[in-house]
């Protein structure tokens, strides 16, 4: 038996509430296989983003080759790309892959500012989102302001994103897990329209479950503990 296998490619939040760290746990959470391609090391708490160290981009092409190469990866869902030959390194190492080598579906949450306000990308770098990665995706995960900045693309599959009700402070890494189910969700089969409404029942879930929780000194993680029969009965 081969589970679904999702790869995602992005950067680590040390505190656990968004990039990698987030995408893992969502996946684990939704029954996907999760690989990951380390683009850049963050220097962030709940607080804000304190520091970005982009990976050399030969590295990040060396690691995608690897899980590539080895995985039958359904979906690829990209994260803070954090350089402009990183989103080209992307771009030629899944998007030219030929379809008899397997070329995965690609969802692109194009992160450019944390929600605590501090820049993630130059505009380089949204450049080559706009003319490379783009119009390459399966599914595009802009929120509002990201939308705008890229200058509205107008393609099937961009689903922008919107926040939504519950109020909350533990809501750092909503995006990237939202992005990382909706990519779950295709790796299983499900269709885009239905993977983006299952996406957002999950995060709701999450959001709910987190709501209460006393955890870091600024907007605390969405919840990426699971609410499976495992840890019924077990209080977070
Ligand atoms: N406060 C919220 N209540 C309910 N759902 C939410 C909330 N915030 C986010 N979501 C869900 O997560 C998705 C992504 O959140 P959003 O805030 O747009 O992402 P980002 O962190 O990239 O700005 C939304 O489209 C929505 O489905
Ligand atoms: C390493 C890393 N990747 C992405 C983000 C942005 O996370 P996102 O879920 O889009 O939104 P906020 O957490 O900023 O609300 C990040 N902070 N770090």
């Given amino acids: 038996m081969t589970p679904p296998v999702v790869l995602a490619i992005a950067a680590t939040d040390p505190g656990g509430g968004a990039g990698l760290a987030a995408d893992l746990a969502t996946f684990a959470a939704l029954g996907v296989h999760g690989a990951c391609v380390v683009t850049a090391v963050t220097v962030q708490d709940t607080l804000g983003v304190h520091a970005v160290h982009p990976l050399p981009a030969e590295l990040v092409a060396a690691q995608i080759a690897a899980v590539l190469d080895d995985l039958p990866v359904a979906v690829v869902k990209t994260g803070m790309l954090a350089s402009a030959e990183i989103v080209e390194v992307v771009v030629a190492s899944v998007a030219s892959r030929s379809l008899s080598q397997g070329r995965p579906r690609l969802v692109v949450d194009p992160v450019l500012r944390a929600s605590t306000g501090t820049e993630l990308a130059d505009e380089e770098v949204r450049r080559a989102y706009r003319d490379l990665l783009i119009p390459v995706a399966t599914v595009v995960t802009p929120n509002e302001d990201e939308f705008a900045a890229l200058g509205r693309p107008d393609q099937p599959g961009v689903v922008v994103t919107r926040g939504g009700d519950i109020e909350t402070t533990n809501d750092h890494g909503t995006g990237c897990t939202y992005a990382s189910a909706l990519a779950a969700y295709l790796a299983h089969g499900t269709d885009i329209p239905t993977a983006a409404a299952r996406a957002a029942a999950y995060v709701t879930r999450q ?30």
């Fill in 207 to 236: 959001l709910n479950l987190s709501r209460p929780w006393d955890l870091g000194r600024g907007r605390g993680p969405v919840a990426h503990i699971s609410t499976s029969p495992i840890t019924e009965g077990v209080t977070p």
